[in-house]
């Protein structure tokens, strides 16, 4: 058994119960995309979500390859790193007959959605949250990494409800959920990311046993970091939705070459 210690429990308590007072739209009974979907005036159509799940399926296609280049930069943390890479087995099929977690996902939007998540154009508010994990993963610092990748599975329980509430918007009550492949995916994972997140815990308390100012310091900032661009990125895809909706038009740049020229 692993040594805790109590200045690391106290810590990842506060981060527990900090993360939703500062990062509320992660949280899926106050999401400003579920909201608009539930709310009375009903400003999002059944379209506008499943544009928005387009742009989730972006995010889970480079989950995988974040959560690579986390493993290959900090590989001296030898716990951590075999957690990650349990995980991307996991994600690679271990638990599911062998099919990778993606392709099942593939499928389910193909065919119950009707579109292909490889054909999707990035919004560019995906663009820039994308560009913005990739650098927090792209670092071999280990407190920082360790607090974003604890963040990074924290945050996909919540991320999950999210998405369960967004689909079954668009599906309907009337959906058989029982033979949806979609539904398997996403209700799965609200179950697998809990075991994630626990384990990825405990795979790291042990670089953590003797406080450390600098060292917590760089944990917190971690685990922020990544729930702040979550938390941003859901309030950009609603803004984007909103302005897509209501504004379709060009913006007519003057070509300042052909005046001068
Ligand atoms: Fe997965
Ligand atoms: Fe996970």
């Known amino acids: 058994m692993s040594l805790v210690s109590p200045e690391f429990e106290k810590l990842v308590g506060k981060l527990h119960k900090e993360n939703l007072r500062l990062f509320p739209h992660l949280d899926s009974r106050k999401n400003c995309i579920v909201n608009q979907l539930q709310n009375e005036i009903k400003k999002f159509s059944k379209n506008d979500a499943l544009n928005v799940l387009k742009q989730y399926s972006i995010f889970s296609n480079e989950a995988i390859h974040m959560l690579l280049d986390a493993t290959i930069r ?143 310091a760089k944990f917190e900032h971690g685990f922020f970091i990544v729930s702040s661009s979550i938390n941003k990125w859901w309030l950009d895809l609603e803004y984007e939705l909103n302005r897509n909706k209501y504004f379709q038009f060009e913006i007519d740049i003057p070509d300042l070459k052909k005046s001068i020229f």
């Open 74 to 216: 900090n590989h001296n943390w030898k716990s951590l790193q075999n957690e990650i890479i349990h995980n991307i087995q996991e994600e690679l099929g271990s638990m599911t007959l062998e099919i990778p977690h993606l392709e099942l996902m593939r499928q389910g939007y193909r065919e119950e959605l009707l579109f292909d998540p490889d054909k999707v154009e990035p919004w560019s508010s995906t663009k820039a949250f994308l560009s913005t994990m990739k650098s927090i993963f792209r670092n071999d610092d280990n407190s920082f990494s360790a607090g974003a990748l604890y963040s990074f599975e924290y945050n996909a329980i919540l991320e999950f409800h999210i998405v369960e509430k967004i689909f079954l918007f668009i599906v309907g009550d009337e959906y058989i959920k029982s033979k949806s492949l979609l539904y398997y995916y996403i209700r799965g994972h609200k179950e697998f990311e809990i075991n994630h997140s626990e384990e990825i815990l405990n795979s790291m308390k042990d670089f953590f046993l003797h406080y450390d100012k600098e060292q917590f």
